[in-house]
Nanobody, 122 residues
Framework: QVQLVESGGGLVQAGGSLRLSCTVS????????MGWFRQAPGKEREFAAT????????YYGDSVKGRFTISKDNAKATVYLQMNSLKPEDTAVYYC???????????????WGQGTQVTVSS
């Protein structure tokens, strides 16, 4: 059983930074992608970033490119999302997810964490 557990959300002022973590447990074989999505109230779940676990290749959504950085620590089975220059519109529940192949859609991902709230005040 694959489980993903996020941490690191909270309240921050606009212009500030936060780092989210997502630890993966369970049996996973071969290459896979770890992604971050976010969902604001009344909006669709939006792709933020994804990383290839074996190759380390990274991909970003347009709304976070240049401000967010996705990274991983293989030894800790953890993926991170460093969020800088935060804006009030970044306020959302952030979810990490696992996919067997590259993807940017919610349907591409098979496993999801429970989500962590990020609130950016103006």
């Amino acid at each position: 059983q694959v489980q993903l557990v996020e941490s690191g959300g909270g309240l921050v002022q606009a212009g500030g930074s936060l780092r989210l973590s997502c630890t993966v447990s369970g049996r996973i074989f071969g290459n896979y992608y770890m992604g971050w999505f976010r969902q604001a109230p009344g909006k669709e779940r939006e792709f933020a970033a994804t990383i290839s676990w074996m190759l380390g290749s990274t991909y970003y959504g347009d709304s976070v490119k240049g401000r967010f950085t996705i990274s991983k620590d293989n030894a800790k089975a953890t993926v991170y999302l460093q969020m800088n220059s935060l804006k009030p519109e970044d306020t959302a529940v952030y979810y990490c997810a696992l996919a067997r192949a590259y993807g940017r859609s919610r349907s591409d991902y098979d496993y999801w964490g429970q989500g962590t709230q990020v609130t950016v005040s103006s």
